[in-house]
């Protein structure tokens, strides 16, 4: 079955320092995203991609980056963690030139950043 | 833009209770609607979604209708379990925004037996 997976789960660093998150997807989707879940905020879009070497900022981006080498995967890299970016984070992905099309979520990544 | 508007949560009921939670939603087009539901410690699921006007999406007992009129799509379900404890998200989806969805805040639902 085609999923999303999301990599680590679970993970805790340290101020200043560089952390990369990753995503992999197996439905062949085009669009890709990622969120940022927190209490009292829902869902906020980070960055988001279209396609092969398309990336797109999204509300929240300040301090985040992303690259799009290959449809399957889009790695979230936080350039020098802060404290504000202690969260769980979501990649999502869903299919292009539809309306009517589902976003399939992984399952999140726990950040602690201390 | 795009907005989805939720009931403010946290929702509480008894086993057996009925359940609404309220979605409304500002569009340009004709966008389709979702609502996906949030499991503790797991990514959204899709629960249900509608497609096009008076269009009704059902699932495990779940219904949505799609209602142009009054731009809702108001999640229902008639008797809760304790399993449906879980984050419910309203979210609608357009062409111009290529597959980019418009989530609500999210409104937590805890049943208790």
């Known amino acids: 079955d085609a999923e999303i997976t999301q990599s680590p789960r679970h993970k805790i660093t340290e101020t200043g320092r560089q952390v990369t998150l990753a995503c992999h997807q197996t439905?062949?989707?085009?669009?890709m995203f990622w969120y940022r879940q927190d209490l009292g905020h829902g869902l906020r879009l980070i960055h988001y991609?279209?396609?092969?070497?398309?990336?797109n900022k999204g509300e929240v981006s300040d301090g985040y980056s992303v690259s799009r080498s290959n449809t399957e995967d889009l790695p979230l890299t936080l350039e020098s963690a802060a404290s504000s970016q202690t969260s769980v984070y979501f990649c999502?992905?869903?299919?292009?030139?539809?309306?009517?099309?589902?976003?399939?979520f992984g399952p999140g990544t726990r950040l602690t950043v201390l | 833009g795009n907005s989805v508007t939720q009931m403010e949560g946290p929702v509480t009921l008894s086993e057996e209770a009925f359940l609404t939670i309220n979605c409304t939603y500002t569009?340009?087009?004709?966008?389709?609607l979702f609502w996906y539901v949030q499991y503790p410690g797991e990514g959204l699921q899709l629960l249900l979604k509608?497609?096009?006007?008076?269009d009704k999406g059902s699932n495990k007992g779940f219904e949505a209708t799609y209602r142009k009129e009054t731009t809702s799509f108001h999640l229902e379900k008639g008797s809760v379990q304790v399993s449906d404890s879980a984050v419910y998200f309203c979210?609608?989806?357009?062409?111009?925004?290529?597959?980019?969805?418009?989530f609500g805040d999210g409104t937590t639902l805890t049943v208790k037996p």
């Open positions: 569009a340009t087009g004709y966008p389709s």
């Open positions: 509608a497609t096009k006007a008076d």
């Open positions: 999502a992905s869903s299919e292009s030139g539809t309306s009517g099309g589902e976003t399939f």
């Open positions: 439905w062949n989707h085009n669009n």
């Open positions: 979210a609608l989806s357009d062409n111009t925004n290529a597959g980019k969805s418009t």
């Open positions: 991609s279209y396609g092969v070497q398309d990336t």
